[in-house]
């Protein structure tokens, strides 16, 4: 039990502490999303908190939080994150990291998908005041741009981090810009009335559940190859 539990916390190795914090994610990810979602289908505490809430920022926005924010959410909008799949799919194409490609095009292309499963499943109706910052309809539950920004950076930041040298300073920029971008599009479709809180958050918790998954199979599959985690990760 000692060797096993050593072997899951060793830093250098794919299936140590990288594939234990994953399976720590998807796991808690997973009960958390459940709560969520039987809290939203209950119809109860949570959604009320959720209709003060809202209606407590749409008392309070302003002209200029509302231009700020219309403007920051089309970082996380679908034809931003179609355009970093592309773009980032073809680095790695070209850079010749078939695995880690793999795994880039699940983490968008499954988000994706999911996404559209648990919105029709959940089947949320949208917050009544921000109609006119909707292209189309679709239900609200989860946030597809909290979700597709979180697969987006995230997926960014770990590509970034773990194939370019960069110091420990450096991955940590990295890290702090991918946190702050995600969490600005997530308040910006609360604050636009496009989206509920927990709308937000269930997106994601989605994400992480799923990116814990695709970075679970890039690990495995990379350490299979007989690779370790690179040198400057474990420095």
């Not at 302003?62 to 996380?76: D, E, K, N, P, R």
């Not at 741009?145 to 960069?166: C, D």
């Not at 009335?193 to 269930?202: E, I, Q, R, T």
């Not at 994601?204 to 799923?210: E, K």
Request: with cysteine.
């Amino acid at each position: 039990m000692r060797a096993f539990l050593a072997a899951r916390l060793e830093s250098k190795t794919y299936l140590g502490l990288h594939l234990t914090l994953c399976l720590i994610v998807a796991c808690g990810g997973i009960w958390l999303l459940s709560a969520l979602i039987d809290a939203v289908l209950d119809n109860a505490t949570l959604v009320r908190l959720d209709l003060a809430t809202d209606a407590w920022i749409h008392a309070r926005v302003s002209a200029a939080g509302l231009q700020f924010f219309s403007v920051l959410t089309i970082i996380g909008s679908p034809p931003v994150m179609t355009v970093l799949a592309i773009v980032g799919g073809l680095v790695l194409l070209i850079r010749r990291r078939p695995r880690t490609l793999v795994a880039w095009a699940a983490a968008f292309a499954g988000g994706f998908a999911i996404e559209n499963i648990m919105k029709r499943a959940v089947h949320r109706a949208r917050p009544p005041y921000g109609a006119q910052y909707l292209n189309g309809h679709s239900f609200s539950f989860p946030s597809g741009h909290a979700l597709g920004s979180f697969i987006g950076y995230t997926m960014l930041a770990y590509v970034l981090i773990m194939h370019w040298r960069a110091s420990r300073a450096m991955r940590t920029v990295i890290l702090a810009l991918a946190v702050l971008i995600i969490v600005l599009v997530g308040i910006s479709r609360v604050y636009l009335g496009v989206h509920y809180p927990s709308d937000v958050l269930g997106g994601w918790v989605t994400a992480a559940v799923w990116l814990a998954v695709c970075l679970s199979g890039a690990g495995i599959a990379l350490h299979r190859s007989g690779r370790e985690l690179p040198e400057h990760l474990s420095s």
